[in-house]
């Protein structure tokens, strides 16, 4: 088996991998990234319905879930949506801005991979794709075996990601190698994921698939408030996404499917239009099917003059508070996350590298710091990739 020799060897062709590898060449170093993918980046190729959500300007520390929740603010802090997006329009990427802060390529998600691969390049970085890892060890150096050969390197740094979009490559390798390294991992699960309903929660939406609206998405004092699209099997859409990130087994969450109403506001068409369908008042403030779901069969074709006050405020306050018990999500094969990774305990958060072995870096989406839907994830890997990068 043939060796080579490298200062940094880098697992994972993603983003973080990637943004590492930039920064480390362009302090001189010898980069070599490994990746069992044909091409690189595959996740930022499918995110944002393929024009990649690639950061994101409202960007904080508070917006990221970990069990050190400060633990991320150094690398946020050091590399910033400012950074990434002044490298964005170095090479000329058009973009755009959709709802808070949610930066979009205004073409195809391929011009980001383009850009991190034209800045690997311009700083000499060996990028091995088809690369199937064999065995990791450390003695004087880190060693990496593929069936290519053997490479060896001073710093090795783990970014290949956690198990969300096994369809893609996904898989525990960077979890499995530092548990081998002797670092500890919180639990993981999968987040941002459609929930799944049973029993008469189930029931009720059997009928609504495809049907979506605007919605708040409450879990305990958590609160997202954005579109929701119910599923064959369950809910999906942003408000659902972020919310299951919250969510734990066992748990209750509430959707609001008036967030915008003013109080009273049946009552107050009922004043306006008293001759008009109840069934037509509320078509007009939620999609038609969704209401009536909601709509007691005693009231469906009453005009709503004809509906006691009492009646229209606890239809309203049920609008407003629909609860439900999902019995699970639909897991890694439709998770834009994994939830929870290497513990940040055993990494220094001004580097990522990991405190009882020296040269060995954790980054992205690996480590136990998840973002919020809406590019968070990409500036989280990004700003951990630069800051191994530095160093490493």
């Not at 968070?376 to 700003?383: C, G, K, M």
């Amino acid at each position: 088996m043939t060796s080579a020799s490298a200062d940094v060897v880098i697992l994972g062709a993603g983003a973080a991998g990637l943004m590492c590898a930039l920064t480390a060449g362009r302090r001189g170093r010898r980069v070599v990234v490994l990746d069992h993918a044909r091409q690189p980046g595959e996740k930022i190729l499918i995110s944002g319905g393929g024009r990649c959500n690639f950061t994101n300007l409202h960007c904080r520390p508070d917006r990221f879930l970990s069990a050190n929740p400060h633990f991320c603010r150094s690398a946020l802090a050091r590399y910033t949506p400012q950074d990434f997006l002044g490298l964005v329009e170095r090479h000329r990427i058009a973009w755009h801005e959709k709802t808070v802060g949610q930066l979009f390529c205004d073409g195809s998600a391929r011009q980001i991979v383009a850009m991190l691969l034209a800045e690997c390049n311009a700083v000499g970085v060996d990028i091995r794709l088809g690369q199937r890892i064999g065995e990791v060890s450390r003695g004087d150096r880190f060693r990496v075996d593929t069936a290519a050969g053997s490479m060896e390197a001073s710093s090795l740094v783990l970014a290949t990601g956690g198990l969300s979009i096994p369809k893609i490559g996904a898989t525990g390798l960077s979890h499995d190698l530092a548990r081998r390294f002797g670092l500890a991992l919180t639990a993981i699960r999968p987040g941002l994921v459609p929930l799944l309903l049973g029993g008469e929660d189930h029931t009720r939406i059997a009928d609504l698939a495809g049907v979506s609206a605007n919605v708040g998405a409450s879990c305990g004092r958590t609160r997202f408030e954005d579109g929701m699209v119910v599923t064959h099997r369950g809910l999906s859409g942003p408000a659902i996404l972020q919310i299951s990130s919250f969510w734990r087994e066992g748990a209750a969450v509430r959707l609001d499917l008036l967030p915008q109403a003013a109080p009273g506001l049946l009552r107050a068409r009922k004043q306006e239009r008293p001759k008009a369908g109840l069934r037509t008042v509320l078509g007009e403030v939620l999609p038609q099917r969704l209401a009536e779901a909601f709509l007691p069969a005693k009231m469906a074709g009453r005009p709503i003059g004809e509906v006691a006050d009492r009646d229209l405020a606890a239809l309203e306050a049920a609008l407003h508070a629909w609860e439900v018990w999902p019995t699970g999500t639909e897991g890694y094969a439709k998770a834009e996350v994994t939830l929870g990774g290497v513990d940040t305990a055993e990494l220094s958060q001004r580097t990522m590298m990991a405190k009882a072995v020296p040269g060995l870096f954790v980054i992205g989406e690996a480590v136990d710091v998840t973002g919020w839907l809406g590019g968070y994830n990409f500036q989280w890997a990004w700003a951990s990739g630069f800051v191994a990068g530095e160093v490493a």
